[in-house]
């Protein structure tokens, strides 16, 4: 659970527990109207929940400052929960130098990440690098941990793996070319960068995953 959430219930949870501890010694020890002790309670807890709310932050920066701070929150808990994801696949191979090559990979994933962690304004620009780069390489990443845990040494198993190591080589590039014009400022919103990105897996044998919705309709 995102740490926010968690931060959150336990706020509510030590607000009711005051507000409660409150209404018993006003109601038993003190013997005040029982109204009067519910009304000064709920409104103790009111005070208490606002008091100890968390307050949600992107690096340094609070979220309500920010103009659409919450989507710009949002858009970042994705590239960190794909980044989760490559890390977990990561952690299952272990054969070199794919595992050397991997680990540069989630090196200049978390560089991105952090950088936009430091300025949430760039997150916007970071869509593609989002929505299509970081995932495709979580979804590679994955593809292949899955493949080597079946154990399967088949010829199309076998032609599969090296194909996805040579995949990791295109989304190092692919990583480097987007950090580069996030740094400079420009929207990664380039549909040639993109075609080439996909002609490049295809080529070198990396299908994309079917979406749900795809493989209930067949």
Known sequence: MNPNKWKEILSIILSAILALALFLILLLILRWNLILCMVLAAAVYI???????????IGKIEVDS???????NERLAEAGSDYNRMQR????IHEQPLLRECQDLIS??????????????????ARRYIDYYQETAANVLEHYAELKNTGLSTAETEKVLNSTRESISTLKAAFDLQFEKLMQNELMDMGADLNLLKQ?????GYKEPEKKGQEISK
């Open 47 to 57: 005070a208490l929940s606002l008091i100890f709310k968390p307050v949600k932050r």
């Open 66 to 72: 920010l103009s659409n701070g919450e989507f710009l």
């Open 89 to 92: 696949a990561v952690s299952q």
């Open 108 to 125: 200049r994933a978390g560089s991105i990440l952090k950088y936009l962690t430091d300025n949430p304004e760039k997150i916007p620009a």
């Open 200 to 204: 490049t897996l295809r080529s070198e």
